[in-house]
């Protein structure tokens, strides 16, 4: 049974550059969560997709959007890159409709911005 | 708004002495608590869980934590290291079950032979 998937998994952008991070949840989950975690701190909540709709949304600017699939995958997008998003982007997939809502969390996607 | 504090960014051990981490939390409603554990270049695995069943709880690799609702504490403790458990622990709160989860700072582990 395959874990949360993320890819890829580092990735160099510039400053004003858009990048696309992917995420498969596990098998069975309905869910999908993303974190941003700058170095040496605890991560921080983006957002939350379920039924292809933004749930919830953590304190972050519109340059970050998503999507979630029919399958249940997700992309997070980040546009017009900035220093400071340079980060370790982790994506956490859960079941809301029924069964452990418990979030389990992929390897993350390690973005540096120049 | 919640709010997780964990004291010391870093903890330094024995191995095979008592592991202590500490994680106080502020939540307007009945809190649901978790100990994550983060291996370098890894994500987080979660290591227990405090949903508002019993107050002390026991999680993999022999740690275990105790929800103190008077305190607003939830620490998590280990009797024994072992130089596996050289990690970075998050504790984290959520409102209800699979909602957004907001981390502490975490605290790094080392552990000495």
């Known amino acids: 049974d395959a874990g949360v998937t993320q890819s890829p998994t580092h990735l160099i952008k510039t400053r004003g550059q858009q990048v696309t991070l992917r995420c498969s949840p596990k098998s069975g989950h309905d869910t999908v969560s993303w974190y941003q975690q700058a170095l040496g701190q605890g991560p921080q909540f983006i957002f939350q997709y379920y039924e292809e709709e933004e749930r919830q949304r953590g304190n972050f600017p519109d340059r970050f959007s998503g999507h979630q699939f029919p399958n249940y995958s997700s992309e997070l997008n980040v546009n017009a890159l900035l220093l400071g998003d340079s980060a370790l982007y982790l994506c956490?997939?859960?079941?809301?409709?029924?069964?452990?809502?418990?979030?389990?969390f992929g390897p993350g996607t390690r973005l540096t911005v120049l | 708004a919640q709010s997780v504090t964990q004291l010391g960014s870093h903890v330094s051990v024995s191995e095979g002495a008592l592991v202590l981490l500490r994680c106080n939390y502020s939540?307007?409603?009945?809190?649901?608590l978790f100990w994550y554990v983060q291996y370098p270049n890894q994500g987080l695995q979660l290591l227990l869980k405090?949903?508002?069943?019993?107050?002390l709880v026991k999680g993999i690799n022999g740690f275990e934590a105790e929800f103190k609702k008077s305190e607003t504490s939830f620490h998590l403790t280990k009797p024994s290291a072992h130089m596996s458990d050289a990690a970075e622990y998050f504790c984290?709160?959520?409102?209800?079950?699979?909602?957004?989860?907001?981390f502490g700072g975490g605290t790094r582990v080392l552990v000495k032979p």
């Open positions: 984290a709160v959520s409102t209800a079950a699979g909602n957004k989860l907001t």
């Open positions: 405090y949903t508002s069943a019993a107050t």
């Open positions: 939540s307007s409603v009945p809190p649901y």
């Open positions: 956490a997939s859960s079941l809301t409709s029924g069964g452990e809502n418990e979030q389990f």
